[in-house]
């Protein structure tokens, strides 16, 4: 069993900045990718930014030169700092991480609690 506490979400202006931070926990045995995700009202879950056990970034267009996502691995903490916000970055975010744990030694996708992050003046 693998356990993802988020923080780090609020209430910014645009132009802001904030810094996401996803730390998990358990029996973990391998961990081959982390990223972000976030979900508007009415509108689907979308990748945000995804870093694989090698350290290759993918971001998604929309956060391309604004975002930045970091991993820690003594801590296995992943962070997605966000630059220059903007209202339409207003969502729910939600930390994946891709593993396999002690019990069946086969991956399986991991989700955060959910934090809410608002862009509003």
């Known amino acids: 069993q693998v356990q993802l506490v988020e923080s780090g979400g609020g209430l910014v202006h645009p132009g802001g900045s904030l810094t996401l931070s996803c730390a998990a926990s358990?029996?973990?045995?391998?961990?081959?990718?982390m990223g972000w995700y976030r979900q508007a009202p009415g509108k689907q879950r979308d990748m945000v930014a995804r870093?694989?056990?090698?350290?290759?970034?993918t971001y998604a267009d929309s956060v391309k030169g604004r975002f930045t996502i970091s991993r820690d691995n003594a801590t296995n903490t992943v962070y997605l700092q966000m630059n220059t916000l903007k209202p339409e970055d207003t969502a729910v975010y939600y930390c994946?991480?891709?593993?396999?744990?002690?019990?069946?030694?086969?991956?399986?996708?991991?989700w955060g609690q959910g934090t809410q992050v608002t862009v509003s003046s």
């Open positions: 870093i694989t056990g090698s350290g290759s970034t």
């Open positions: 994946n991480v891709h593993a396999s744990d002690y019990v069946s030694l086969l991956p399986h996708d991991y």
């Open positions: 358990g029996s973990i045995f391998s961990i081959y990718a």
